[in-house]
């Protein structure tokens, strides 16, 4: 599994002042690669590079290897679609490979090339980015962002055997409540809501207003909601994995994908549901279910809040409100998203071992489970 590991840069200001002039100069490249890939309509990379590779080492100075990152920054940039002119910001991230980088964690230092040369410049980072920093390998992106240099690298984490697991835990993600898994635990989604409620308020205020410390205002503002959601989603995603790794369960979760096409939402909640980090959340939970063995299974979220898990009647009408779950035919009550967290852990596609009581294998028929 690849990972990426950022650590912060620390140059001094005669490194800071090469890379600054490297990457401006990585960037124009990268502009005078793209109008070129546009004017002869070549987009692939292995056709660019023979087309422009000495002219612009010979334009712009650069090191073999970092022209040829750039090549194929422009090449991935047309991987989209070609129907518009690719350009690039003057300090954009730009990538560097093992032949023009390296990393020593042991020391804190990297090792780069720049417009005056090899800069052995310090870092500092957590014990979890150093941890992974000893698998780093491909490539590295090197940022500028808030007047702070960083390096984004991509690191291997091997994954952990997966564990048995006879059953799932099901989680059910929404607005209100982030995620309510199938034990019944409520992760509230109010802390989340509140933050977006006030900076959204507060960035409208100061839109309005448009005077130089409103601007300098907002750009103090811009990515703190993110970052927040951003921390929040790491925390929970952490919590559920650490729970079905303790109790031996996979993970069942709702697959959301295109709901923001499949649902109709009124005026008034668009804002919320169009904020809604459901993605990253998962994102979260898979790659950390990945690295201690917990499966992770993805269920068709269909009726799931309005099937009842006792005798499995399925109405509109049991869904009484967006909260309450209260079943026509039996009576069964309960709250929603827990019921809905109930059905989607059941719809997991666990599969039973074939195991004797001792743990030896044995025929299907066989299973003391069947």
Excluded at 297 to 310: E, F
Aim: aromatic share 6%.
């Amino acid at each position: 599994m690849k990972l990426t590991a950022q650590i912060k840069l620390n140059p001094s200001p005669e490194q800071a002042d090469a890379l600054r002039r490297t990457l401006e100069a990585a960037n124009a490249a990268c502009d005078a690669i793209s109008r070129t890939a546009w004017a002869t309509q070549t987009f692939r990379q292995f056709a660019l590079h023979k087309l422009v590779y000495y002219d612009i080492r010979d334009a712009f100075g650069l090191a073999a290897q970092l022209t040829v990152r750039c090549i194929a920054k422009v090449a991935d940039a047309y991987k989209l679609d070609t129907d518009t002119l690719r350009t690039f910001a003057p300090l954009g991230a730009v990538a560097y490979d093992s032949r023009i980088l390296a990393i020593y964690p042991a020391s804190s230092t990297i090792s780069m090339w720049t417009l005056d040369g090899l800069q052995v410049i310090p870092f500092v980072c957590g014990e979890r980015q150093r941890a992974l920093l000893a698998s780093q390998k491909g490539e590295s992106d090197v940022v500028y962002r808030d007047g702070s240099w960083y390096l984004s690298a991509t690191c291997e984490a091997k994954e952990a055997a997966p564990q048995v697991a006879t059953e799932a835990l099901g989680i059910d993600l929404g607005v209100t409540h982030i995620a309510v898994d199938s034990d019944g635990d409520i992760h509230s989604g109010k802390a989340i809501k509140n933050v977006r409620y006030r900076h959204r308020r507060l960035r409208t205020k100061l839109q309005r207003k448009g005077t130089l410390g409103s601007r300098r205002r907002l750009r103090k503002l811009a990515g703190q909601e993110r970052r927040f959601a951003t921390w929040v989603n790491h925390n929970l995603s952490k919590q559920i994995v650490t729970k079905a790794e303790r109790t031996k369960r996979a993970i069942a979760l709702e697959d959301l994908t295109h709901i923001r096409t499949r649902i109709r939402a009124r005026r008034p909640q668009r804002v919320t549901l169009h904020s809604w980090a459901f993605l990253q959340l998962r994102a979260c939970i898979v790659y950390k279910a990945a690295l201690v063995g917990v499966a992770v299974h993805l269920v068709d979220p269909r009726n799931t809040s309005r099937t009842c898990p006792t005798c499995g009647h399925c109405v509109k009408e049991n869904r009484k409100t967006q909260a309450s779950f209260v079943c026509t035919s039996c009576g069964f009550a309960g709250l929603a998203d827990a019921i809905a967290a109930v059905n989607i852990g059941r719809r997991a596609p666990v599969n039973v071992p074939y195991c004797s009581e001792t743990g030896s294998p044995v025929a299907p028929e066989q299973s003391p489970r069947l």
